[in-house]
């Protein structure tokens, strides 16, 4: 008889058991598709990395174009366009087989060239790491774009961009990486740094510092754009356009979260503290740099602010998933005041980086990967299977690997880039020409334009030329066109001005050429008539002299005193001829030097002994005081005697009893410099602008009380200008007069 007792718990037992099975395998399933979909997840966090990694090219090409000269902007941009697909094409060839393939002796991979992972069972994730590494070779390649900005040949960089996604990203790369891609295919084997214990998280040093010693190599090679250094001082060029170069570095501040986040390789609780390290360090470059110039009270130069953010992202690269953050802080904080010092080092050695690249990436991804033992969680430093025991203390250790790696990646990669480059520019330059590089890359390298290069160009000709008919480009839509209307503006009212005064000049040298041939008629004449006169006058004055003395001899005081009048009248007038003699040969170019060389001593005896009777005759007092003794002269003796006879005898006639003084100095050992000082009535403001011109003294109220011609002082100045000197006058009304004469020790006999 069948129990329906016990058959009912059977069936149970049996459904029971068929729903555990049931539930079994499906919880396994659930499991199984539970990991695809994270390592989807993680393979499309690494994709969104690649991609932000990625806008840093624009992020560079922004910073380095806002910096530079727009002369050169293009040749910037295209730099970064044509760095990208060179060296993407370099790693994919070569330089990922060198990197990631299978190592030799830990020093380079040698496997997975042409990289093709299709049909391969890790085919996906092999794909994604090439792709963000990948953006990882750019990157170095692009480092070196600003360095070397504004003087490199635009093939040659292409050539240094080859070398670095070819022979020196990837092997060094190699040495610290290699054993990261277990995860994407890798086979295990890995590089002498890495099983050193050396860590570089993001690139520090194998990226930024690689980049760095590349672009010093470079500009060794190079040499400094062409007046940035002039007698040792640092000449800075103004940046063309700053707020772009601010945006550049946001552009890059933004990658770098890609950067830094996506060489986790996974999306895990990790990545939110990396990300936060990473901007806080960004944060406090800028802000150190702000407190530094602030405690010296002195505004922060812009280009310290951009390398102050941008170093605090280099230096906490290599250690943003091993510290918290305050250390991310204090590193960024270091990496800012570093790359400010290394610029000003930089500049002390003449060494020119325009847009501050090896200060950022060279000296703060040393200064990150060097301090990283010392910031470092401890469980993370603990954590590092790989590290040598060196001391037995993991801190010390862990510095001594640091060291090591920053020295061997420093070595490889300037020593070999200095003699691959080196050798290149012995056959081919390197740089470009100094023509080239004064017109600009964008014209000398692309044959490219904008219309502020149009407009200089036209600037250029109409200053070389005079041409004020050619006009700039206009467009009222942009910047430069809208100089350019203006421009042509100010063309058209300079080119209008210009006739005007073409025609005026014209008729003003037919003027000039009517007036100087009829002062020469005049000069001429007055020349001849002057001549003519003296004859007759000579004979006045001697005949009236025996008179006077045949009258003085018969008593007869009446006519000897009319006589005196006559040889009187006779005298000066004769002297009023000879002045319009001289200043009539001056005026016609017919006076010559006669150069001789004479004692001057003896000259200031002659001079003294012939005026100080006329000096005295006022009752003044004659003083010389001369510094000039023993000196030989070598100038017309005969001139420069009557021009200080002049000058002492027109003190005379303006001083009474006062004082005289002739004094002599010597003016840097090539001058003899004579002041004739009086302390007689002065002149006022308006006779001192006057002073120099014919006959004005004849014409002023003085020549009613001292007599005169005015011709003396004009004689005097044109014949001191004749020598090579010059003839200055200071005077105060009614306290005196000094006239300063300059006059070449030795003129030259033409």
């Known amino acids: 008889m069948l129990n329906f007792g016990t058959t009912f718990k059977r069936l149970m037992i049996f459904s029971l058991s068929l729903l555990i099975v049931f539930n079994l395998f499906h919880s396994v399933a659930a499991e199984t598709q539970a990991e695809k979909n994270a390592a989807n997840i993680d393979l499309l966090w690494m994709l969104i990395c690649a991609v932000l990694v990625f806008m840093m090219q624009a992020g560079f090409m922004c910073l380095e174009s806002g910096i530079i000269r727009n002369k050169n902007n293009i040749n910037v941009a295209l730099k970064n366009v044509s760095d990208f697909g060179i060296s ?115 690139g520090s040093t194998v990226v930024h510092s690689t980049g760095g010693w590349i672009g010093l190599a470079i500009i060794l090679i190079i040499g400094p754009r062409s007046g940035r250094f002039v007698e040792g001082e640092a000449r800075k060029f103004a940046p063309s356009n700053l707020p772009l170069s601010v945006l550049g570095v946001l552009l890059l501040g933004f990658g770098w979260h890609g950067f830094n986040g996506g060489s986790n390789l996974v999306l895990d609780e990790e990545v939110p503290i990396i990300l936060l390290n990473t901007f806080l360090a960004a944060a406090a470059g800028i802000v150190a740099c702000l407190l530094y110039w602030g405690l010296q009270n002195t505004t922060a130069p812009a280009g310290d602010l951009i390398n102050g953010l941008l170093a605090g992202l280099v230096a906490v690269t290599a250690s943003a998933n091993w510290i918290s953050p305050f250390g991310a802080v204090l590193i960024g904080a270091g990496g800012g005041i570093v790359a400010l010092y290394a610029t000003r080092l930089l500049e002390r050695l003449e060494l020119d980086d325009p847009v501050g690249a090896i200060p950022v990436h060279l000296a703060g991804g040393m200064f990150g990967t060097l301090v990283l033992p010392f910031f470092a969680l401890e469980e993370k430093i603990l ?39 080196n050798t290149v520019n012995n056959y081919n330059t390197l740089r470009v ?60 009212s300079l080119e209008k001005s210009d006739r005007i005064m073409r025609k005026q000049k014209d008729e003003l040298e037919i003027a000039m050429e009517k007036a100087q041939s009829a002062n020469k008629a005049k000069s001429d004449f007055l020349a001849k008539m002057s001549h003519e006169l003296r004859t007759p006058l000579n004979a006045i004055i001697g005949y009236s002299e025996m008179l ?66 006329l000096v005295e005759k006022n009752t003044n007092k004659f003083v010389i005081k001369n510094k000039a003794k023993d000196l030989k002269l070598k100038n017309d003796q005969t001139k420069l005697r009557q021009i200080l006879f002049n000058m002492l005898s027109n003190a005379a006639k303006f001083t009474k009893k006062g004082k005289i003084t002739l004094q002599v100095d010597i003016e840097k050992k090539t001058k003899i410099k004579f002041d004739i000082i009086d302390t007689g009535i002065g002149m006022s403001k308006e006779q001192l602008n006057n002073v120099f011109e014919e006959f004005t003294q004849a014409e002023s109220s003085t020549s009613k009380d001292y007599g005169g011609t005015g011709l003396g002082l004009p004689i005097s100045k044109k014949m001191t200008e004749m020598m090579g000197g010059k003839m200055d006058v200071k005077s105060t ?18």
């Open 548 to 613: 006077i003395e045949e009258a003085e001899d018969d008593e007869l005081d009446m006519y000897a005193e009319d006589l005196r009048k006559i040889n009187s009248s006779g005298e000066h007038l004769l002297t009023l001829i000879n002045d319009i003699l001289d200043l009539s040969k001056i005026e016609a170019g017919k006076m010559e030097l006669h150069i001789e060389e004479f004692e001057f001593t003896e000259l200031l005896k002659q001079i003294e002994a012939t005026a100080k009777p």
């Open 88 to 202: 993407i094409v370099c790693y994919w060839m070569v330089g990922y087989g060198f990197m990631f393939g299978a190592s030799k002796s830990g020093f380079i991979g040698f496997d997975d060239f042409f990289f093709d992972p299709t049909g391969a069972v890790a085919s996906g994730p092999a794909m994604t790491f090439f792709i963000f590494q990948s953006m990882f070779c750019a990157t170095a390649a692009s480092i070196i774009s600003g360095a070397v900005a504004e003087r490199l040949k635009f093939n040659s960089y292409l050539i240094i961009t080859a070398f670095v996604g070819t022979l020196l990203y990837p092997v060094v790369g190699h040495w610290a990486w290699a054993n990261s891609d277990d995860n994407f295919g890798g086979d295990g084997t890995s590089g002498w740094l890495y099983d050193l214990g050396f860590i570089d998280f993001a």
């Open 433 to 492: 020409s100094q023509e080239a590089e004064d017109i600009g890359l964008n014209i000398a390298e692309h044959d490219s334009s904008s219309d502020q290069i149009d407009l200089l160009k036209i600037m250029q000709y109409q200053n070389d030329t005079g041409d004020l008919s050619v006009r700039g480009p206009e467009d009222l839509f942009t910047e430069a066109g809208q100089i350019g209307y203006h421009y042509n503006l100010l063309m058209d």
């Open 383 to 421: 954590g590092n299977d790989n590290l040598t025991d060196y001391t037995g203390n993991v801190r010390i250790d862990q510095f001594i690997a640091q060291f090591i790696g920053i020295g061997a990646v420093g070595v490889y990669t300037f020593t070999l880039s200095y003699f691959l480059l």
């Open 733 to 750: 009304e009614g306290e005196g007069t000094t006239f300063s004469i300059t006059i070449p020790i030795i003129v030259k006999d033409k």
